[in-house]
């Protein structure tokens, strides 16, 4: 059974970054292969994983339902669509979900789907799924069971209350979570934890500010590439061995 792990938070907080360090870190941690999907209609997970452009799954639900056909072979001509968005890497594949769903009925496609994404991750140690602030495809359920929920948040108090409402949300929806967390990202001070006792929930770890990853970034060099050099890589290899033990620090 593999594990899934959905990365939430505001815009701009760091959820691609923590998404593409978490996979290096579950590979560091010898947990292969990965699935990462990147749930963020304006994609950008493969850019830090060093992958070229996915096409999104978004499209197979208009190709589907304009296509000829019946029920049982729509299911297969799908599963050939999820399997052709895949871009494989060597231990880390990618898909990307692509834009939401038109003003059509969508339904029967997207249970086609969720099945065929649950058949897809079901081959997979562990999937990563990179989510976009709005949580779209988390509230569509397009997602099975998610073991972890990792919630980035900066420390402030808006930070607090911007991943409490989302964990609001999904408590909501009753989304079925295994467990939450807080995934502090550049934390303003050294992010010790010290002030753990006023958080809302088990604290992952505190990402320290990193200047390697833009420079990283911009050269186009695959963050599962990163060294132990990075201080934030190597803090989310900690962190993925808690997460993996299931104890918080
Ligand atoms: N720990 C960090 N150290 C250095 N830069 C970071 C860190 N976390 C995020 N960034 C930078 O902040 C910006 C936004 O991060 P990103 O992961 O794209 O956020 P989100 O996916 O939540 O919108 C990016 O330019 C990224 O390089
Ligand atoms: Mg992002």
Request: charged letters at 20%.
């Amino acid at each position: 059974m593999s594990l899934l792990i959905a990365v939430a938070g505001k815009g701009g907080v760091g959820k691609t970054t923590c998404s593409a360090l978490l996979l290096r870190a579950l590979l560091a941690s010898g947990v292969r292969p990965l699935l990462a999907v990147d749930a963020d209609p304006n994609a950008n997970l493969h850019v830090l994983l060093g992958f070229p452009s996915p096409k999104g799954l978004g499209s197979v639900r208009e190709e589907l339902l304009e296509g000829p056909g019946g029920a049982a072979s729509k299911e297969e001509l799908l599963e050939a669509m999820v399997q052709q968005r895949v871009v494989e890497g060597n231990d880390v594949d990618l898909i990307a979900m692509g834009r939401g769903e038109g003003p059509g009925c969508y339904c029967f496609v997207n249970n086609l789907l969720r099945r065929s994404l649950s058949r897809l991750a079901g081959g997979y140690a562990a999937v990563v799924v990179d989510n976009e602030a709005g949580m779209e495809h988390l509230s569509r359920r397009n997602l099975r069971r998610i073991d972890h929920l990792v919630l980035v948040a900066d420390p402030s108090p808006r930070g607090m209350s911007a991943a409490c409402a989302i964990r609001d949300l999904a408590a909501d929806l009753s989304l079925p979570v295994g467990k939450s967390w807080l995934l502090l990202n550049r934390p303003y001070s050294a992010g010790d934890g010290g002030d753990a006792p006023s958080l809302p929930f088990p604290l992952l770890a505190a990402i320290p500010h990193d200047p390697s990853l833009p420079a990283w970034e911009a050269d186009g060099r695959s963050f599962l590439d990163l060294g132990d050099g990075s201080p934030a890589a190597s803090c989310m290899a900690g962190a993925i061995r808690n997460l993996l033990a299931g104890k918080a620090r």
